[in-house]
């Protein structure tokens, strides 16, 4: 079945009408490009045809709309099209799929995300990434906790940890991280754990380095139970919050008595690592 996206041209003081009412329809975001154009998609002829029929009946008739045919995509497969490596200091993180991932190197993560968050592509575990690899003390252990895809506690490994351990509430998410570790000959010094992050943390401290990677406002529920997880003198990584999100985060650590030691953003994602004041 092949998707078929419509473009809608209309008067600029309708678009905003048409654009409401083409996502209410479909459920799917509105593109407009520069020329005014609308472009919504059906997942089929008859659907585009039958849309663009209620369109010119409910809203304009004066809209002028054009159809056509999408090229068949597998998004099973076609989200990795672009996908490339990239480089954190020393640390490496290839897609699993690119001739390169045959013969990594020893700080190299070959990784496929499949369903998982964690690709390296994101500026938010870019984020958390570029920190980790400039202040990991090899040796310790690590938490990470919203494992995710396990690209976290894989580069932990591969940078010298003595142990790490992924917390997700995904299963499928783990299983994910599990195949990534196996391909990357760190599951034996890593661990994956399905649950709550809050129950889960304080018992299997202390870690020497703990990463979160979540929103905001998981971060910030999560600082109790990462307080005590947290070894003395121990770190912590926090990213997955854009960086308009920063000043109230550092007040945040401030209060609960973390201090800052350093910051990174990428891509308009801000990462932070802090540690417990004396």
Do not use: C, Y
């Not at 045809?49 to 809209?63: C, M, N, R, T, Y």
């Amino acid at each position: 079945m092949s998707w078929w996206a419509i473009d809608v041209r209309t008067a600029p003081e309708q678009r905003d009408e048409i654009t409401a009412w083409l996502v209410a329809r479909t459920g799917q975001a509105v593109e407009e490009r520069d020329d005014g154009t609308l472009v919504t998609f059906a997942p089929d002829e008859t659907a585009a045809a039958q849309l663009v029929a209620q369109l010119q009946h409910e809203v304009d008739p004066a809209a002028r709309t054009e159809r056509r045919a999408l090229d068949p995509v597998d998004w099973s497969t076609g989200w990795r099209h672009g996908l490339g490596s990239r480089r954190f200091g020393r640390l490496t993180v290839v897609p699993s799929w690119l001739p390169e991932a045959s013969t990594p190197e020893p700080h190299t993560v070959v990784l496929d995300p499949e369903t998982a968050f964690g690709s390296g592509e994101h500026g938010s575990t870019r984020a958390a990434l570029t920190l980790l690899e400039q202040l990991l003390v090899p040796g310790g252990r690590v938490l990470d906790l919203g494992s995710g895809s396990g690209i976290l506690a894989i580069a932990a490994v591969k940078l010298g940890a003595s142990r790490a351990i992924g917390i997700d509430t995904d299963p499928e998410a783990n299983l994910v991280a599990s195949r990534n570790a196996a391909r990357n000959q760190t599951n034996n010094r890593m661990e994956l754990l399905e649950g709550d992050a809050g129950i889960l943390a304080p018992l299997l401290g202390p870690a020497d380095l703990i990463l979160s990677n979540i929103l905001r406002t998981a971060n910030t529920a999560l600082l109790p139970a990462i307080t005590r997880a947290l070894a003395p003198g121990g770190m912590v990584i926090f990213s997955g919050m854009e960086h308009a999100e920063a000043p109230e985060f550092r007040h945040t650590l401030d209060d609960a008595g973390f201090g800052l030691l350093q910051e990174t953003l990428d891509a308009g994602w801000w990462g932070v690592a802090a540690n417990r004041r004396e």
